[in-house]
C-alpha cells in the first residue's frame, strides 16, 4: 500500500533554531517528492520537489534531503524565524498527477 | 498573476442538503485538481481534469460527489446528499500542461466544508 509517514507530528522550538522534519514513504513507482508549506487557513505551498537522481535540494533556509535507496526523506531549517510556524507535508508522486500526502508535521516557533 | 481560487472559503449546511464549490484555476492551466482533507487526516485526492475532460476520478469518495469542468475553465464540485462524514478541507489545485517533470501543483485557499 502507498503511505508516506511523517515525524514528529508535532514540533516546538525557539526562534533562531535549527530543526530537522522526517519522512518515509512506501510508494511505488517513484516519480518525484516534494515538501509543502502549508499556513493555517491557507493552501499547500510548494517548497522542494526532488526527481529519484536528486540527494538535496534547496530553498532558502529550507534543505531536502532524499535517499531513494532506503526511501527516506527529511526537511531542515536553518535559523528558524516565526514565519515558519505551519505544517509540513511530506508528498510523494507515483506518477505525473497522482499525490500521495503525508499528514504533517506541526511546527511551532516560539520567540 | 491571480491564483487559484476558491469559493466560497467557508460553507455551512445541513446533512441532506446540497453544496456546490467552485474552484478557479490559474490562467492556462490545463490541469485541474480537487483534494479533501477531513479532520485529523492526510489530505487525499478526488479527482483530476485534463481541460474539461475527467483524466482520473479514483479517488472520488461515491455517487454523492459529481465534478464538473464545462469549457476547461472553472471547475464546480457538488456534494448531493451531503453527509456528516463529508466535513473537512476541500482544495483545488491547477498545473500548466501534462508531462513536464515535476508538474508543480498550485493551491487554493481551500473551502472549510461544515455539516451539521
Known amino acids: 500500500k502507498n503511505q508516506v509517514e511523517q515525524s514528529p507530528q508535532s514540533l516546538i522550538i525557539l526562534e533562531g533554531k535549527n530543526c530537522t522534519l522526517q519522512?518515509?514513504?512506501?510508494?511505488?513507482?517513484?516519480?518525484?517528492l516534494r515538501w509543502y508549506k502549508q499556513d493555517t487557513g491557507r493552501g499547500p505551498v510548494s517548497l522542494t520537489i526532488m526527481t529519484f537522481s536528486e540527494n538535496t535540494k534547496s530553498n532558502g533556509r529550507y534543505t531536502a534531503t532524499l535517499d531513494a535507496d532506503t526511501k527516506q526523506s527529511s526537511l531542515h531549517i536553518t535559523a528558524s524565524q516565526l514565519s515558519d510556524s505551519a505544517s509540513y507535508i511530506c508528498?510523494?508522486?507515483?506518477?505525473?498527477?497522482?499525490?500521495?500526502w503525508g499528514a504533517g508535521t506541526k511546527l511551532i516557533i516560539k520567540p | 498573476e491571480a491564483g487559484v481560487t476558491q469559493f466560497p472559503s467557508h460553507s455551512v449546511i445541513e446533512k441532506g442538503q446540497t453544496v456546490t464549490l467552485r474552484c478557479d484555476p490559474i490562467s492556462g492551466h490545463d490541469n485541474l485538481y480537487w483534494y479533501r482533507r477531513v479532520m485529523g487526516k492526510e489530505i487525499k485526492f478526488l479527482l483530476h481534469f485534463v481541460k474539461e475532460s475527467k483524466q482520473d476520478e479514483s479517488g472520488m469518495p461515491n455517487n454523492r460527489f459529481l465534478a464538473e469542468r464545462t469549457g476547461g475553465t472553472y471547475s464546480t464540485l457538488k456534494v448531493q446528499p451531503a453527509e456528516l462524514e463529508d466535513s473537512g478541507v476541500y482544495f483545488c489545485?491547477?498545473?500548466?500542461?501534462?508531462?513536464?517533470?515535476?508538474?508543480?501543483?498550485?493551491f487554493g485557499p481551500g473551502t472549510r466544508l461544515t455539516v451539521l
Open positions: 489545485a491547477s498545473s500548466q500542461v501534462a508531462g513536464a517533470s515535476y508538474n508543480e501543483q498550485f
Open positions: 508528498v510523494v508522486s507515483s506518477s505525473n498527477y497522482q499525490l500521495i
Open positions: 519522512c518515509n514513504y512506501t510508494v511505488s513507482p517513484f516519480s518525484n
